[in-house]
């Protein structure tokens, strides 16, 4: 089945420790975003990739990092600077070319949620 | 730039009345519009898109939308509500800040909680 995996489900971070978050995608899509997900804020974007070994800025990236070394993975990193990590995580890709607004469709991971000991 | 209001942060409808959850958006250029839904825990899975081609959308499980230029709005009905409508319901507008290689950006609102009463 197509569809893109996160993982782990549930993560829990230890003060001043950095966490990776895994994304990966079989659907062929060249566009990648990961989106921060709080009660009653809706989603804030903090990367997006469009293809691969290219990746910008969103909303709030600070105390963020990711890469794009491979098409179908766009792993994210929350480091230690990210002083208010807890929160829900998605992970979403879209196709990147053809015709809107097929091309903006975003298809979404079930999510990870992280956590502070 | 883009941006979405939904009003109502939740809202509470008995099983099998009308639901309508609003949504206001502003764009400068004829936007592309969408409702997603999210189940507890899950991701979102998409309801909806406007598309040009008419103003009222179908969509997945009964709902549908209508574009009213005039009113920059996009919102979102089901004539009965059934007990697995419970969910947060996210109206998105296509953000044109970061054009690139083909890809737009999509600007979410803040969601609306829908709660059914049986």
């Known amino acids: 089945d197509g569809g893109i995996t996160q993982s782990p489900k549930y993560l829990f971070r230890k003060e001043g420790q950095n966490v990776t978050l895994s994304c990966e995608q079989n659907?062929?899509?060249?566009?990648m975003y990961w989106y921060r997900q709080d009660p009653g804020q809706g989603l804030r974007l903090i990367y997006y990739?469009?293809?691969?070994?290219?990746?910008q800025k969103g909303d709030i990236a600070e105390g963020y990092s990711v890469s794009r070394e491979k098409k179908e993975s766009f792993p994210l990193t929350v480091t230690s600077a990210q002083k208010n990590p807890t929160a829900f995580y998605l992970c979403?890709?879209?196709?990147?070319?053809?015709?809107?607004?097929?091309?903006?469709?975003?298809?979404f991971g079930a999510g990870t949620r992280l956590s502070v000991l | 730039a883009q941006s979405v209001t939904q009003l109502g942060s939740h809202v509470s409808v008995s099983e099998g009345a009308l639901v309508l959850l609003r949504c206001n958006y502003s764009?400068?250029?004829?936007?592309?519009l969408f409702w997603y839904v999210q189940y507890p825990n899950q991701g979102l899975q998409l309801l909806l898109k406007?598309?040009?081609?008419?103003?009222l959308v179908k969509g997945i499980n009964g709902f549908e939308a209508e574009f009213k230029k005039s009113e920059t709005s996009f919102h979102l009905t089901k004539p009965s509500a059934h007990m697995s409508d419970a969910a947060e319901y996210f109206c998105?507008?296509?953000?044109?800040?970061?054009?690139?290689?083909?890809?737009?950006?999509?600007?979410f609102g803040k969601g609306t909680k829908l709660s059914v009463i049986p």
């Open positions: 979403a890709s879209s196709p990147g070319t053809g015709e809107p607004p097929a091309k903006n469709i975003q298809y």
């Open positions: 990739s469009q293809i691969v070994n290219d990746f």
């Open positions: 659907l062929n899509h060249d566009a």
């Open positions: 406007y598309t040009s081609a008419a103003t």
């Open positions: 764009s400068s250029v004829p936007p592309y």
């Open positions: 998105a507008v296509s953000d044109q800040r970061f054009p690139g290689a083909g890809s737009y950006q999509l600007t």
